[in-house]
C-alpha cells in the first residue's frame, strides 16, 4: 500500500523559513517522480514543484522560484521542501504526491499524481 506521510509545516512570520519532508512507503520510491502541490483555503490544488526519480533534475511554479527548493533522498524514502522567503500568499496545506508513471520525465498535471499524502498546514502570518 502506498503511504506518503508529510511533517514539518507550522506557523511562520513572512520572510521565514520551513522545511516539509514526505516519508514514503510502500513502492520503490526512487524509480517514481515526485511532486508538490498544495492548496489554499479557498483556492484549486496547485502544483508547486517536482523532481525526478534521481533527484538532478527540478521543476518549479512561478510563484516559488528562487524561494522553494525540492530534493529527494532516495537511500530513506524522503522527499523535502525546504522553504524561504515565506509570503502570506504560501499559506496552504502541502501535500507531497507520487507521480503514476516509472518514467524517466513527468508532468505538472495532477490528475498524473493518483496517490497522494495528507497533507501538512503551512500558515504564514504575522
Known amino acids: 500500500e502506498v503511504q506518503l506521510v508529510e511533517s514539518g509545516g507550522g506557523l511562520v512570520q513572512p520572510g521565514g523559513s520551513l522545511r516539509l519532508s514526505c516519508a514514503a512507503s510502500?513502492?520503490?520510491?526512487?524509480?517514481?517522480?515526485m511532486s508538490w502541490v498544495r492548496q489554499a483555503p479557498g483556492k484549486r490544488l496547485d502544483w508547486v514543484s517536482g523532481?525526478?526519480?534521481?533527484?538532478?533534475?527540478?521543476n518549479y511554479a512561478a510563484s516559488v522560484l528562487g524561494r522553494f527548493t525540492i530534493s529527494r533522498d532516495n537511500a530513506h524514502n524522503t522527499l523535502y521542501l525546504q522553504m524561504n522567503s515565506l509570503k502570506p500568499e504560501d499559506t496552504a496545506v502541502y501535500i507531497c504526491?507520487?507521480?503514476?508513471?516509472?518514467?524517466?520525465?513527468?508532468?505538472?498535471?495532477?490528475?498524473?499524481?493518483?496517490?497522494r499524502g495528507q497533507g501538512t498546514q503551512v500558515t504564514v502570518s504575522s
Open positions: 504526491a507520487k507521480y503514476d508513471h516509472d518514467t524517466t520525465w513527468y508532468t505538472r498535471d495532477l490528475n498524473d499524481y493518483t496517490y
Open positions: 510502500g513502492f520503490t520510491f526512487s524509480t517514481y517522480a
Open positions: 523532481v525526478n526519480s534521481g533527484g538532478d533534475s527540478t
